[in-house]
C-alpha cells in the first residue's frame, strides 16, 4: 500500500475529458459505499436522494486566475508561463513574480521574454521544479495582462493551444460557481459539478453547506518519484477556515452528523486542522499533509471527488480514506462504464 506501483493503472486515453459536461451536474456519479463494498451509476444531479438531511457539506471557495500566458523569447523561440504569485490590490505594482515556465530551450538569466500588448519580461532567476522569477514591463500592470490576455491554467492532459476558440468556455466551467477568493493555480475539480440550483435543493432537504478556502498551489502537478510515497513533499498550500464554518463542523461532529468534503483540498485543509478529538479552531495557514494508507481520519466522514491521475498523491488520499482495494475495484468498475476521467471528469461519492 505503500509503494508506488500499488497506485498505477492503464488508461485509455480517449476516456480523458477534453470538455466539461454539456451541463455542470449532468455528469456521472458513481456511488461508492464503504460498509457494503457496492458501487452504483448515478447523475449527479441525484446527490440530494444519495445524502441525508443533517449532512454538512464543506466546499473549498478558492477561485482560478487565468494566469496562463503566452510569449516568446527575443531569440524567437515560444514560451508559455504560469504566473504564481498574485498580490493583494494595495500591492499591485508588484512588478517581479515567480512563474512556471515551459519552452524549448530554458531562457537563461537576464534574457527578455516578449508578450502580447507591448509586455516585457526580465528572466532574474530561477528555482526548482521549473520556476522562474521574472520582472514585467509595459504599459499598465501584469495583472492587467492577465485580466485582458490570461487563459485557465489547465493541466497538460487537457489540450488546448495558442489563443484556442475554446478558452472562453474554459474561463467559465473551469471555475466552480461558488468561487470567491482569488489565489488558486488549478480548480478544486470536485467542485465543478455543483450549480446554485442543486445547492438550493441540498439545502432544502435539510442537507448544510459551508464553505472554506485553500488555495492550489503549483505543486499539484509535482510528479511523485519516489517508491516509497511517504517520502513524496507535497509543496505548502495557504489555507482559511472561518469561524462560522469551523462552528458548523464542530457541532456536525458533536451531534453525530456526517461531514462530507467536496473535494481532496477540503479533506487536507480540515484534517491539518483538526484536534486530538476531530475539533477545529477557525485561522488560516500553510498546509503540506501528505495523506495515504494509514492515516487516521478525524473529521471526515464521506467524499466526493474526481477520478484521478495514476500514481498521484490524490490517489492515496482516496485509497486512504475508502481502502485501497475498494478504489481499485471502483476504477476497474469506472474504465469497463467508460466513466469520462480527471478534471473535467465524472465524480464519486464515497461514504
Same mark, same amino acid.
Given at each position: 500500500?505503500?509503494?508506488?506501483?500499488?497506485?498505477?493503472?492503464?488508461?485509455?486515453?480517449?476516456?480523458?475529458?477534453?470538455?466539461?459536461?454539456?451541463?455542470? %451536474?449532468?455528469?456521472?456519479?458513481?456511488?461508492?459505499?464503504?460498509?457494503?463494498?457496492?458501487?452504483?451509476?448515478?447523475?449527479?444531479?441525484?446527490?440530494?436522494?444519495?445524502?441525508?438531511?443533517?449532512?454538512?457539506?464543506?466546499?473549498?471557495?478558492?477561485?482560478?486566475?487565468?494566469?496562463?500566458?503566452?510569449?516568446?523569447?527575443?531569440?524567437? #523561440?515560444?514560451?508559455?508561463?504560469?504566473?504564481?504569485?498574485?498580490?493583494?490590490?494595495?500591492?499591485?505594482?508588484?512588478?517581479?513574480?515567480?512563474?512556471?515556465?515551459?519552452?524549448?530551450?530554458?531562457?537563461?538569466?537576464?534574457?527578455?521574454?516578449?508578450?502580447?500588448?507591448?509586455?516585457?519580461?526580465?528572466?532574474?532567476?530561477?528555482?526548482?521544479?521549473?520556476?522562474?522569477?521574472?520582472?514585467?514591463? #509595459?504599459? #499598465?500592470?501584469?495583472?492587467?495582462?492577465?485580466?485582458?490576455?490570461?487563459?485557465?491554467?489547465?493541466?497538460?492532459?487537457?489540450? @488546448?493551444?495558442?489563443?484556442?476558440? @475554446?478558452?472562453?468556455?474554459?474561463?467559465?466551467?473551469?471555475?466552480?460557481?461558488?468561487?470567491?477568493?482569488?489565489?488558486?493555480?488549478?480548480?478544486?475539480?470536485?467542485?465543478?459539478?455543483?450549480?446554485?440550483?442543486?445547492?438550493?435543493?441540498?439545502?432544502?432537504?435539510?442537507?448544510?453547506?459551508?464553505?472554506?478556502?485553500?488555495?492550489?498551489?503549483?505543486?499539484?502537478?509535482?510528479?511523485?518519484?519516489?517508491?516509497?510515497?511517504?517520502?513524496?513533499?507535497?509543496?505548502?498550500?495557504?489555507?482559511?477556515?472561518?469561524?462560522?464554518?469551523?462552528?458548523?463542523?464542530?457541532?456536525?461532529?458533536?451531534?453525530?452528523?456526517?461531514?462530507?468534503?467536496?473535494?481532496?483540498?477540503?479533506?487536507?485543509?480540515?484534517?491539518?486542522?483538526?484536534?486530538?478529538?476531530?475539533?477545529?479552531?477557525?485561522?488560516?495557514?500553510?498546509? %503540506?499533509?501528505?495523506?495515504?494508507?494509514?492515516?487516521?481520519?478525524?473529521?471526515?466522514?464521506?467524499?466526493?471527488?474526481?477520478?484521478?491521475?495514476?500514481?498521484?498523491?490524490?490517489?492515496?488520499?482516496?485509497?486512504?480514506?475508502? #481502502?485501497?482495494?475498494?478504489?481499485?475495484?471502483?476504477?476497474?468498475?469506472?474504465?469497463?462504464?467508460?466513466?469520462?476521467?480527471?478534471?473535467?471528469? %465524472?465524480?464519486?461519492?464515497?461514504?
Amino acid at each position: 500500500m505503500l509503494s508506488i506501483e500499488d497506485y498505477d493503472y492503464e488508461l485509455p486515453e480517449e476516456m480523458i475529458a477534453q470538455f466539461p459536461a454539456p451541463g455542470r %451536474d449532468s455528469s456521472r456519479l458513481l456511488f461508492v459505499e464503504r460498509s457494503k463494498r457496492s458501487l452504483s451509476d448515478h447523475v449527479f444531479s441525484e446527490l440530494p436522494r444519495l445524502l441525508r438531511a443533517g449532512d454538512l457539506l464543506v466546499a473549498n471557495n478558492t477561485r482560478v486566475v487565468p494566469a496562463r500566458l503566452f510569449g516568446r523569447k527575443d531569440s524567437g #523561440g515560444r514560451i508559455e508561463i504560469l504566473v504564481l504569485e498574485h498580490p493583494a490590490d494595495d500591492e499591485r505594482n508588484f512588478s517581479t513574480r515567480w512563474c512556471l515556465l515551459r519552452s524549448s530551450k530554458r531562457p537563461t538569466k537576464g534574457s527578455q521574454l516578449l508578450f502580447e500588448d507591448g509586455f516585457t519580461g526580465l528572466v532574474e532567476d530561477h528555482g526548482e521544479d521549473g520556476l522562474t522569477r521574472i520582472t514585467f514591463q #509595459g504599459n #499598465g500592470s501584469v495583472d492587467g495582462l492577465i485580466k485582458k490576455k490570461g487563459s485557465m491554467p489547465l493541466p497538460p492532459y487537457i489540450k @488546448r493551444g495558442y489563443r484556442d476558440g @475554446r478558452s472562453e468556455l474554459d474561463r467559465e466551467r473551469y471555475q466552480t460557481v461558488f468561487s470567491k477568493e482569488k489565489g488558486a493555480v488549478a480548480a478544486p475539480t470536485a467542485g465543478l459539478h455543483f450549480t446554485r440550483e442543486l445547492v438550493e435543493t441540498l439545502n432544502q432537504r435539510g442537507i448544510s453547506w459551508v464553505e472554506l478556502t485553500l488555495h492550489v498551489g503549483h505543486g499539484t502537478f509535482r510528479p511523485v518519484r519516489e517508491k516509497d510515497i511517504r517520502q513524496h513533499h507535497l509543496g505548502t498550500e495557504d489555507y482559511f477556515i472561518g469561524p462560522e464554518t469551523a462552528s458548523a463542523i464542530n457541532r456536525s461532529k458533536r451531534e453525530g452528523r456526517r461531514v462530507i468534503a467536496v473535494g481532496t483540498t477540503v479533506v487536507r485543509t480540515l484534517e491539518t486542522l483538526a484536534g486530538v478529538k476531530g475539533d477545529l479552531a477557525p485561522g488560516g495557514g500553510k498546509t %503540506d499533509l501528505l495523506i495515504a494508507p494509514g492515516f487516521e481520519f478525524k473529521v471526515i466522514d464521506g467524499l466526493i471527488t474526481n477520478f484521478h491521475l495514476p500514481r498521484s498523491s490524490l490517489l492515496f488520499l482516496v485509497s486512504a480514506f475508502a #481502502g485501497i482495494e475498494l478504489v481499485r475495484e471502483a476504477y476497474r468498475w469506472a474504465i469497463e462504464k467508460a466513466y469520462r476521467f480527471y478534471s473535467y471528469g %465524472d465524480a464519486m461519492l464515497i461514504l
